[in-house]
T-cell receptor, first 113, second 107 residues
Framework: NAGVTQTPKFQVLKTGQSMTLQCAQD?????MSWYRQDPGMGLRLIHY???????DQGEVPNGYNVSRSTTEDFPLRLLSAAPSQTSVYFC????????????FGPGTRLTVT | GIQVEQSPPDLILQEGANSTLRCNFS?????LQWFHQNPWGQLINLFY?????KQNGRLSATTVATERYSLLYISSSQTTDSGVYFC?????????WGAGTKLIIKP
C-alpha cells in the first residue's frame, strides 16, 4: 500500500491564483481530512469528510473548498490564493470517524507571493 | 473546546539521555496519538494510545485517561530522535494538536 499520497510536494502561487492540492489513499478509509501547519505550531483542521459525498468544515475553512466524489480521493481547492495561505498542508485518513488512528501524507509546502 | 498542552516546549539533551514528554488535555477523548515530525517535516505516527501503556523499541507511552494526561518516554536518545513531538487528541471528528515539544539531541 502507498498509504496517503499528496501532490504536488511544493507549489508557488501568485496572489489571486487558484489551484488544487491532490490527496489520495489506498487503504479504503472512510474518513479523510485536510490540515494546515504554520511555523512553530501544531496542525489545524481545514475540512474533513466522513465518506464519499459528505464533507464538513473544520476550524479554518475560509478560502478553501473540498469535494469527495470517491472513497480514495479528497482534493483541496484554493479559490483565490492569499499570502495568509502560505503554509504546509497535510492530508490524513483513518478507518472510521471516531476512535481510529489517523495516517498522514508527506505534506505540500505552498508559498503565495 | 478541548485544550491540549504539551511540556516542556523545548528540550536539549546529550545522546544517550532519557526524557519524558507530557501532554495534558482538558476533556475526555476517544483518541490520542503521538507523532514525531522530523527535520524534513514528515509526520510519523508513534503511538495510538487513548489509554494504557504501549512500547515500541526505545519509545513508550502511557495515557491515564481518567486524569487526562499522556506521557511519552524516550530512552537512550539518539541524534535521529531530534525533531518536534506532537500530541493530538480527537474531539468532534477532528484531531486537536498541542504546540509540540522541540527535542534536540546533541552528539
Amino acid at each position: 500500500n502507498a498509504g496517503v499520497t499528496q501532490t504536488p510536494k511544493f507549489q508557488v502561487l501568485k496572489t489571486g491564483q487558484s489551484m488544487t492540492l491532490q490527496c489520495a489513499q489506498d487503504m479504503n478509509h472512510e474518513y479523510m481530512s485536510w490540515y494546515r501547519q504554520d511555523p512553530g505550531m501544531g496542525l489545524r483542521l481545514i475540512h474533513y469528510s466522513v465518506g464519499a459525498g459528505i464533507t464538513d468544515q473544520g476550524e479554518v475553512p475560509n478560502g478553501y473548498n473540498v469535494s469527495r466524489s470517491t472513497t480514495e480521493d479528497f482534493p483541496l481547492r484554493l479559490l483565490s490564493a492569499a499570502p495568509s495561505q502560505t503554509s504546509v498542508y497535510f492530508c490524513a485518513s483513518s478507518r472510521g470517524t471516531s476512535g481510529f488512528e489517523q495516517y498522514f501524507g508527506p505534506g505540500t509546502r505552498l508559498t503565495v507571493t | 473546546g478541548i485544550q491540549v498542552e504539551q511540556s516542556p516546549p523545548d528540550l536539549i539533551l546529550q545522546e544517550g539521555a532519557n526524557s519524558t514528554l507530557r501532554c495534558n488535555f482538558s476533556d475526555s477523548v476517544n483518541n490520542l496519538q503521538w507523532f514525531h515530525q522530523n527535520p524534513w517535516g514528515q509526520l510519523i505516527n508513534l503511538f495510538y494510545i487513548p489509554s494504557g501503556t504501549k512500547q515500541n523499541g526505545r519509545l513508550s507511552a502511557t495515557t491515564v485517561a481518567t486524569e487526562r494526561y499522556s506521557l511519552l518516554y524516550i530512552s537512550s536518545s539518539q541524534t535521529t530522535d531530534s525533531g518536534v513531538y506532537f500530541c493530538a487528541v480527537e474531539s468532534n471528528y477532528q484531531l486537536i494538536w498541542g504546540a509540540g515539544t522541540k527535542l534536540i539531541i546533541k552528539p
